[in-house]
């Protein structure tokens, strides 16, 4: 299995847990991944969490776009 079908394997999986009632951390490098797949964002560095919020709020934050995402 290459990598990508492997990511879109676990991507479904990921998809259904919370339709069980079941809240999980995803822990994810991938910024599109992790918009993808996440309700809710959050970006640390250095062990502290500099955003929480929605992947919306993640694009309209240009702060955390050039600190940390070189957007």
Do not use: C, W
């Not at 492997?6 to 919370?18: I, M, N, R, Y």
């Not at 991938?30 to 918009?35: D, G, I, N, P, Q």
């Not at 996440?38 to 970006?43: A, P, W």
């Amino acid at each position: 299995m290459n990598r990508r079908a492997f990511l879109g394997t676990v991507a479904l999986g990921v998809l259904t847990v919370p339709k069980r009632g079941t809240t999980i951390l995803l822990v994810e490098q991938t910024l599109e991944v992790a918009k993808a797949l996440s309700h809710r964002l959050y970006v640390v560095d250095q062990g502290r969490i500099q955003f929480e919020g929605t992947p919306d709020a993640l694009r309209k934050d240009p702060t955390i776009q050039q600190r940390f995402l070189q957007l």
